[in-house]
């Protein structure tokens, strides 16, 4: 059987061994981070007529904004993505985005008709193209 005295000061040599690693983890982590992505706000476009168009069905999901031409387009995209018409979806998007820029649904609303989705799995050649 150990004796208490030993047991302890192993306990906390393994303590000190994990908190150890943990430091070298934390202080190695920027050296194998990704380099940060360059973003670019896009020139106010036109609205595509898709973002428009009737007959997607109603959908009405709020969020913060003041503009009410935003609040449509960014439902006009959910019903777009409900659709899986993922493109057209990140237009309206993007418009809403430019027109209320401090709207955060809208960026989010990007990111989700960019991530992967059931019908189109991760193509290499698609990926590189969007940049």
Known sequence: MLSAKYRKRTRWSGLFRQLAVLLMLTALAPAFAAPAQ????A??????AVCTAPGFGKIHHPVKTANPRAQRLFEQAMALDYGFNHSQAEQCFRRAAELE???AMAYWGIALV???NYNLPVDDEREKARG
């Open 38 to 41: 360059q973003h670019y706000h």
């Open 114 to 116: 960019l991530g992967t």
């Open 43 to 48: 020139a106010p476009s036109a609205v595509s």
């Open 101 to 103: 820029p401090k709207m």
